[in-house]
């Protein structure tokens, strides 16, 4: 084959916890811009959202006739009535195969590869917990299609490539993906494709990594140009999408669509990889971000949710809110602002143009076993979302449970500072929602590497091991300490869910609404 003239692009399958993880799903930004750039390049591009286009089937495992619907709401009933060792046994909380599968099935992605005949599957598995859905497809298109290439990108084969190799991928690319999958359209050989930079697969069983450029700290530096970003063609998504966003504020029925205005980020918090991922911070030109708001207008896009990381980080953040509100878009803010950096005279600025709903989380519950930071904190929490309420912006907040702290004895005593953190928060009216996450560790970030290196002089370790895929989802509890055994963990978290819904003036977790669906 000389060149590449037909690409299928795939979401894969949600394979999620089927009590713990909530059900979201939103367009996939990172296909949207790899298809783009592919399509923009004179190539044929079919994008399959396996999820969205299969939404309303949802698969247990494990729980014979029983429908998620009924499972999820006889959590939520149970939950108010049922103490933590009765929900725990009733509900199988400690297995982590305790999970259920949303999207199309196999067979039906595999009759659309057949339907569309490319020459090259490419799959974006987002996150680890999708893991187990992941390899089942690829088993699936191999067995059909065995001399059809198939490429795995995004978080998860970025940060685990030997996994996703075993299952069958020929190769991985590890963090932006469309100047490489470009070249390899150029060049499809698998001997040419071996020579490239950002290439994982393997060679007799054994993995081969060409790693990317890094700096002496381990940050990636050869990232994709700014000029080099293109604009998503919304003609991608061709899957009937939820109809209101599940994963943020309402939309109050407008057209939506999550996109991003930078990429990157230039920090390395113990609990996150993103930044080892898709590397350092960059902030769109605005050309860019104006034909790409031009172009979702046209589309029929009226709201958009913002998940850049850093979306405040560069001054220029004010022109993209500018450039949102002289448009006629509504917006809200749900990649995270962080309370700790951000200013009143900023949250006034974005409700004066169009913003409606933010996610403003803590950086980290740790800092809140420090007495005088916690009360700076609080001062701060007070007045940023005292200041997000009088100008009419929802807020939604949250904070990750366990993360071991420096003197691992003290982690569930700075746990319990976070909730009763969230609690002052709830319970003053301060924010709408509170999220309460908990640790995974999280391939490629600091706390695993600290498991890896001292875990076990530590006492810190991971429920389940490496393979367990539901506690990579931020809130199925995985990493637990010889100080708070797992069942304790669990308790802690369900502890933490049962103090917010007992405030009168909270959005109920587990208890209906975005939970739910
Ligand atoms: C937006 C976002 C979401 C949104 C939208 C996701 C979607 N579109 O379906 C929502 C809120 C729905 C979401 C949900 C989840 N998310 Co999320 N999410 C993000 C976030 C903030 C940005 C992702 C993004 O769009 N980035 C911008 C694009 C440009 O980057 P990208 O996706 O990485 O894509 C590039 C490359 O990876 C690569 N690439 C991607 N796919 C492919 C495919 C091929 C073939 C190739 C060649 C290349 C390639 O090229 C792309 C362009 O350069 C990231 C953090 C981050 N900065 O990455 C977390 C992140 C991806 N999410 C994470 C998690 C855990 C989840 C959830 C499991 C949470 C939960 N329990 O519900 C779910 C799972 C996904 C799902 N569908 O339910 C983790 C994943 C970590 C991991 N390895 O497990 C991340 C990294 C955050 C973190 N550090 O903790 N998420
Ligand atoms: S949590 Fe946010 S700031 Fe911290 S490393 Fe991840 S993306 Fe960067």
């Not at 783009?36 to 309303?56: F, N, P």
């Not at 907040?397 to 003290?410: A, C, F, M, Q």
């Not at 746990?415 to 009763?420: D, G, V, Y």
Request: with cysteine.
């Amino acid at each position: 084959m000389t060149h590449i003239k037909k690409v299928a692009l795939i979401e894969t399958p949600l394979h999620k916890h089927a009590v713990m993880d909530p059900i979201h799903k939103a367009q996939s930004i990172g296909l949207g811009y790899v298809g783009s750039y592919l399509k923009q390049r004179g190539t044929d591009v079919m994008l399959i959202d396996a999820t969205a286009e299969g939404y309303d089937r949802k698969k247990l495992f494990g729980w014979g006739n029983k429908t998620f619907e009924k499972l999820r709401n006889d959590f939520c009933n149970d939950f108010g009535v049922l103490n933590d060792d009765e929900l725990i046994d009733k509900y199988r909380l400690l297995e982590k195969n305790n999970s259920v599968r949303v999207g199309l099935s196999d067979i039906e992605v595999v009759k659309k590869i057949e339907d569309y005949k490319p020459d090259v599957v490419g799959i974006n598995v987002i996150a680890s917990v999708l893991h187990p859905s992941y390899i089942s497809l690829v088993a699936s298109i191999k067995e059909r299609f065995p001399d059809t290439l198939v490429i795995a990108g995004g978080d998860h084969p970025t940060n685990l490539p030997e996994e996703c190799l075993k299952a069958g991928t020929d190769f991985v690319i590890s963090g932006e993906g469309e100047k490489i999958f470009h070249n390899i359209v150029q060049n499809p050989r698998p001997e040419d494709i071996k020579r490239m930079r950002g290439i994982s697969y393997l060679e007799g069983g054994i993995l081969v990594t060409n790693h990317r450029n890094t700096d002496g700290k381990g940050r990636i530096i050869d990232n994709l140009d700014v000029s080099e970003i293109s604009v998503i063609d919304p003609s991608l998504y061709t899957a009937n999408y939820p109809e209101e966003p599940t994963h943020g504020g309402t939309s109050n029925g407008r057209k939506y669509i999550d996109m991003d205005f930078s990429r990157g980020c230039g920090g390395s918090c113990s609990f996150c990889n993103s930044w080892r991922t898709i590397g350092g911070f960059r902030q769109y030109d605005m050309k860019k971000n104006r034909k790409q708001l031009e172009l979702l207008a046209e589309n029929g896009y009226e709201e958009i949710l913002i998940q850049d990381d850093n979306f405040t980080v560069s001054p220029s953040h004010k022109k993209v809110i500018d450039l949102l509100y002289n448009m006629g878009f509504s917006w809200q803010n749900n990649g995270g602002l962080e309370l700790e950096t951000l200013t009143p005279e900023e949250i006034e600025y974005s409700a004066k143009r169009g913003c409606h709903t933010l996610f403003i989380p803590l950086n980290t519950g740790r800092k809140l076993g420090d007495t005088q930071l916690r009360k700076q904190l609080k001062n701060k929490a007070h007045e940023i979302f005292s200041t997000a309420k009088d100008n009419g912006i929802h807020v939604f907040s949250g904070g990750i449970l366990g993360i071991p702290s420096k003197d691992v004895r003290k982690t569930r005593e700075d746990s319990e500072k976070l909730i009763e953190f969230a609690g002052d928060l709830v319970s003053g009216g301060y924010v709408d929602y509170w999220v309460n996450y908990i640790l995974d560790a999280l391939p490629g970030c600091g706390i695993s590497k600290r498991i890896e290196t001292r875990g076990r002089e530590e006492g810190i370790h991971v429920y389940g091991g490496k393979q367990n895929w539901a506690g990579y989802s931020h809130h199925f509890p995985q990493v637990y300490t010889d100080f708070m055994p797992y069942r304790e963990l669990m308790k802690l978290y369900l502890k933490s869910h049962r103090e917010i819904n007992g405030m009168e003036n909270s959005r109920k977790w587990f208890g209906g609404g975005a939970w739910v669906s």
